[in-house]
């Protein structure tokens, strides 16, 4: 019986260890996430945007004040900028959520639970509302 013990607290402490590694990563991920976002903000390449989106029937939602990477922007940064973005594997992820925006369009389809058409569906970024 003690056998069987001793089995169960290496695997708890086995089990104890991994907790503490994901905990770790996700607190070292989170970092890097908040990095790059005052990376972007000191880069002048974030702008506040509200969006509306208007489904097939009608029905409207809106997610205000929120900060996107405005392209016009990022086509000015300098090469050396760019580089370092670059390298920092930063400017992937810049690309990855300009492309998620442009998916914007499939949100009422989703929102709706289907996989319809979006055809009817519009969707918009304006400036935010005072």
């Known amino acids: 019986m003690e056998g069987g013990g001793q089995r169960l607290t290496r695997q708890a402490r086995r089990q104890g260890q991994a907790r503490r590694e994901t905990g770790e990563?996700?607190?070292?991920?989170m970092e890097r996430t908040a990095e790059f976002g005052r990376r972007l903000a000191e880069l002048g390449l974030l702008?506040?945007?509200?969006?509306?989106?208007?489904?097939?029937?009608?029905?409207?939602?809106r997610l205000q004040d929120?900060?996107?990477?405005?392209?016009?922007?990022l086509a000015g940064v300098d090469d050396a900028t760019l580089?370092?973005?670059h390298g920092a594997g930063q400017l992937g992820w810049i690309y990855a959520h300009l492309i998620s925006l442009g998916s914007a369009t499939?949100?009422?389809?989703?929102?709706?639970?289907t996989a319809g058409s979006d055809e009817q569906a519009s969707v918009e970024t304006t400036e935010p509302t005072p």
């Open 25 to 29: 990563r996700f607190r070292a991920e």
């Open 47 to 61: 702008v506040k945007k509200d969006l509306q989106i208007t489904d097939g029937e009608g029905r409207r939602y």
């Open 66 to 73: 929120f900060r996107i990477v405005d392209e016009a922007k």
């Open 83 to 85: 580089g370092e973005l």
């Open 106 to 113: 499939r949100l009422p389809a989703r929102l709706a639970g």
